[in-house]
């Protein structure tokens, strides 16, 4: 009886995860083990809808750990970058500041430091002649000119059709790690605008 009742349970649980499966609309290849200091390619294919580009948002895992963590304070979920005022403001310093949006319209700041290991990319997807949207970048020294160096990653990958660049920049992205979707920098003067959320991704990988 507990043998049939097992089985019975791991085929939905088999079940529910190729629904989940099926139903992702980004789909990230394995990347493999890496060497600290070499180049990687990230690669995938998306179902989403005209999709004109790809974000590719990479943290150290702790890194991502700890601003998810201090998202959730609250039961509030939303957290993004905004970069402070240049060194020459003195009541400002030159720095990042993680702002989270609480549920009662409050918002809470903390100043942090981006990490040396981290890298942004936006990569144009193509159409295969099958029709399959896919999506390629190689992590070189034009994407992050110091290479990642040994640890565990974390990697957000999302929809980045409407993002406009500002490259040398950290992007102010919103991230809402509750709903798990990423709402990119566009010209919306609400980041929040329903309007503005796009697919979202994770992916962990480690460099020995």
């Not at 394995?30 to 943290?59: C, R, W, Y």
């Not at 981290?118 to 390629?136: C, E, H, Q, R, W």
Request: include cysteine; glycine fraction near 6%; charge should be neutral.
């Amino acid at each position: 009886m507990f043998l049939k009742q097992f089985i019975i349970i791991a085929m939905v649980i088999i079940g529910m995860t190729g629904f989940a499966c099926a139903e992702a609309n980004i789909s990230v290849d394995p990347i493999g083990s890496l060497a600290a200091g070499e180049k990687f390619n990230i690669s995938g294919t998306t179902t989403i809808d005209k999709v004109k580009k790809i974000g590719i948002e990479i943290f150290p895992k702790e890194f991502w750990d700890n601003l998810v963590a201090y998202a959730k304070e609250d039961n509030a979920g939303k957290v993004r970058f905004k970069e402070l005022a240049s060194s020459g403001d003195s009541a400002n310093q030159t720095g990042i500041n993680m702002v989270r949006f609480n549920p009662d319209g409050t918002q809470a700041y903390q100043t942090v430091d981006i990490p040396d290991d981290y890298a942004l990319v936006i990569v144009p997807v193509k159409k295969d002649p099958s029709g399959k949207v896919t999506f390629n970048v190689e992590i070189n020294e034009k994407v992050k000119k110091v290479p990642f160096q040994k640890g565990k990653y974390h990697m957000n990958v999302y929809d980045a059709s409407m993002e406009i660049e500002r490259p040398g920049t950290v992007m102010p992205n919103g991230w809402d790690v509750i709903k798990k979707k990423a709402y990119p920098s566009t010209t919306l003067s609400n980041i929040w605008d329903p309007k503005n959320e796009k697919e979202l991704e994770y992916v962990e990988f480690t460099i020995r």
